[in-house]
Nanobody, 123 residues
Framework: QVQLAESGGGLVEAGGSLRLSCAASGLPFSQRGMGWFRQAPGRGREFVACISWRGTGTHYSDSVKGRFTISRDNANNMVYLQMNSLKPEDTAVYYC????????????????WGQGTQVTVSS
């Protein structure tokens, strides 16, 4: 059974940093493109970042480019999202997701999802 478990969310002041982690099990992790998405209250799920199978390719939404960094550790089936210079508009539930394809920014191309972790940025 595939499991994706996010952690690392919390409450932080604007300008601060958080590092989200996602632990994966039950899937061929090194053969999965991994992505982070977020959903703010009253809004649809939004692409944040994705990383290729070996971590050699990454994509970011314009809203987080230059502030967030996605990375992965295939030896330990982990994917991370380092979030710096956080803004109140980054407040959302953040989801980790796995796709059989790499470099995908469309949520419908992801088969497996975690339960999400809440990130709240205060102004």
């Amino acid at each position: 059974q595939v499991q994706l478990a996010e952690s690392g969310g919390g409450l932080v002041e604007a300008g601060g940093s958080l590092r989200l982690s996602c632990a994966a099990s039950g899937l061929p992790f090194s053969q999965r493109g991994m992505g982070w998405f977020r959903q703010a209250p009253g809004r649809g799920r939004e692409f944040v970042a994705c990383i290729s199978w070996r971590g050699t390719g990454t994509h970011y939404s314009d809203s987080v480019k230059g502030r967030f960094t996605i990375s992965r550790d295939n030896a330990n089936n982990m994917v991370y999202l380092q979030m710096n210079s956080l803004k109140p508009e980054d407040t959302a539930v953040y989801y980790c997701a796995a796709s059989p394809l790499a470099g995908r920014m469309d949520e419908y191309e992801y088969d497996d999802w975690g339960q999400g972790t809440q990130v709240t940025v205060s102004s």
